[in-house]
């Protein structure tokens, strides 16, 4: 098994960064002491190792996202808002880059990948008491809704913006939305059973949560990523029988497209006033245009959106003082909480990662990885036109982990071209 020759950060190192972002990320109140004492450790890593964080093509628009924090904060009104809005991004990059940094070879890689399955999988097991239940609105699916009385809720007053406190079902699918078609991908094509019976597992549970969610931005994100997992792992990897394979991924995508399309027909002209209908949907997305009109550079500043959206835009459908999370729309509250430049720069680092990673995978292994990250950032984007986890939200967690193992393919690519040089050099690890 081929492992790293480059300088290696040492492993207690990476775990350590690991573990303190993802405690800033899920616990807005460690990031006084994290975000400190992560970058005390990525000095320590520069002083000693040579580079701030891994050596891959997609640290350099992380950096750039990093970089323009002291532009985004310029507007920001509130910072008991913005501060852990802030400090759970850097959290996020800090788990991204340092679990690629932990992955030292390709059986580590198929383990890390494993890992989040179970992760996954755990988060859907839990959602069942930590969920507030889509009571509050029209559901798509109504004979789902006697359940949800069998679900006692035993997490309340953590996360704003929900009734009692507790996750916020859309959140959940958004979650699924991206870490299902990685799932799926893994429970097809791995080539290790003990892999596919655990991805099996996690699908089953993932979509559990999703059908529950009743979230139509998730159910369409998750539909469109499993359906380009199966149809890019069929077209490049190329199993028996495949054929029939693709003609049963496009009639199963045209059967879900018909079923889709009627559930976002029944949506568009829905008469709800809450920002969870189309309508709602509609006002917000205009506003969060205006916001960013008016603030392209900078934005409104991280966790600012409801604030500033009831000071200065104040929509007409929605009951004054609502609490709004943010603005429904991905790409939008991206550019409402960093400007234009910080959206552009976490897209490009998104993009890089999954390219890079499909490009440079060379072991079966990591191209099923690969295919899988590749599809679940696909899902998640198109989970994204309609709703949104926002940068520096809890959910947001599992996508970093996504993201990880998508710049851990390209890191280990350097150890495959270190093996096949005639001369033995070291790649350049700077």
């Not at 991805?199 to 549970?205: G, I, P, R, V």
Request: with cysteine; proline share 7%; net charge positive.
């Amino acid at each position: 098994m081929t492992s790293l020759r480059c300088p290696e950060a040492p492993r207690w190192l990476a775990a350590a960064l690991v573990g303190m972002g993802a405690a800033v990320v899920l616990f807005p109140a460690v990031g006084a002491v994290g975000v400190p004492v992560g970058v005390l450790l990525l000095i320590w890593r520069r002083r000693n190792v040579g580079t701030w964080v891994a050596p891959v093509v997609a640290r350099w628009p992380a950096l750039a996202v990093v970089a323009l924090v002291p532009l985004t904060v310029f507007p920001v009104v509130d910072w008991g808002l913005a501060l852990p809005r802030l400090a759970a991004m850097l959290g996020g990059l800090t788990v991204a880059f340092a679990l690629a940094d932990l992955i030292r070879s390709q059986r580590e890689l198929v383990a890390g990948a494993t890992a989040l399955l179970v992760v996954g999988s755990g988060i859907a097991l839990l959602s069942p008491v930590v969920a507030e239940w889509p009571s509050y609105k029209t559901p798509v699916l109504p004979a789902l809704a006697p359940l949800y009385s069998l679900f006692p809720q035993l997490l309340s007053g953590v996360v704003v913006g929900t009734a009692r406190g507790g996750v916020h079902v859309n959140q959940l699918a958004g979650v699924a939305a991206g870490l299902l078609p990685f799932a799926i991908t893994l429970w097809v094509f791995a080539p290790a059973q003990r892999v596919r019976v655990i991805a099996a597992m996690s699908s089953c549970l993932l979509g559990g949560m999703l059908l529950l969610s009743q979230s139509r931005s998730g159910y369409l994100g998750a539909a469109v990523g499993v359906g380009v997992a199966l149809g890019w792992g069929v077209v490049a990897l190329r199993p028996p029988h495949r054929w029939a394979w693709l003609a049963g991924i496009v009639g199963a995508m045209l059967a879900l497209s018909i079923i889709l399309g009627g559930m976002v027909r029944d949506w568009s002209i829905t008469a709800e006033s809450a920002y969870d209908s189309f309508p709602g949907r509609r006002e917000l997305w205009d506003r969060a245009l205006l916001m960013v009109e008016d603030f392209p550079l900078t934005g409104v500043g991280p966790g600012q959106f409801s604030l500033v959206l009831h000071r200065w835009y104040e929509p007409l459908i929605l009951a004054p003082g609502t609490y709004v999370p943010h603005a429904h729309n991905l790409l939008l509250q991206l550019a409402l909480d960093l400007g234009v430049p910080g959206m552009t720069a976490v897209v490009s680092l998104v993009v890089t990662a999954v390219v890079r990673a499909v490009w440079r995978a060379s072991d079966p292994a990591a191209r099923r990885v690969a295919i899988g990250v590749g599809a679940g950032f696909i899902g998640v984007f198109v989970y994204g036109l309609t709703d949104a986890i926002a940068i520096g939200a809890r959910g947001a967690l599992p996508l970093w982990a996504l993201l990880g193992l998508g710049i851990a393919i390209d890191r280990l690519a350097r150890a495959n071209e270190a093996a096949r040089s005639d001369r033995g050099e070291q790649p350049k690890c700077v």
